[in-house]
């Protein structure tokens, strides 16, 4: 099935940016990674959507607090929304789980970045 191939492209992508978080190249390599997950974060595989899912969990550990708040600023609010929606009512455990990991991982990297404030409660 054509879900399988591309799953396993998001896993290399994903794999491919953590093996290059250090260099310069990751930045437009999670940007562009962040822009394609972006487009099909609603597939009706949930094998996609964790995949998907595993693709920012990839670029919130790869990147530097900075790198990530640069890179996503403009669209935190909607990546949020997104994960909150996916943890309320995506019917896949995985999904919901993985949507729980990259909303922390980013708070994480969030509160890195400005101290004690938080954002995007769940």
């Known amino acids: 099935d054509d879900c399988f191939l591309l799953e396993a492209l ?3 992508l994903s794999t491919l940016l953590r093996g290059a978080g250090a260099y ?7 940007r562009a990674l962040c ?7 609603f597939h009706p595989e949930s094998v996609v959507r964790r ?8 670029v919130a550990r790869a990147l530097s607090s900075t790198v990530v708040l640069q890179e996503l600023a403009s669209s935190l609010d909607d990546v949020y929304d997104w994960l909150g929606g996916v943890l ?3 019917a896949d455990d995985g999904c919901q789980a993985l949507a729980a990991a990259c909303h922390a991982l980013l708070t994480s990297k969030l509160r890195e970045q400005h101290g004690a404030a938080s954002y995007g409660g769940l």
């Not at 310069?24 to 999670?30: D, K």
């Open 10 to 12: 998001l896993l290399t």
């Open 24 to 30: 310069p190249c990751a930045r437009p390599m999670a």
């Open 35 to 41: 822009d394609l997950a972006w487009v099909i974060r």
């Open 51 to 58: 995949a998907v899912l595993v693709c920012w969990g990839t």
């Open 88 to 90: 309320a009512h995506d």
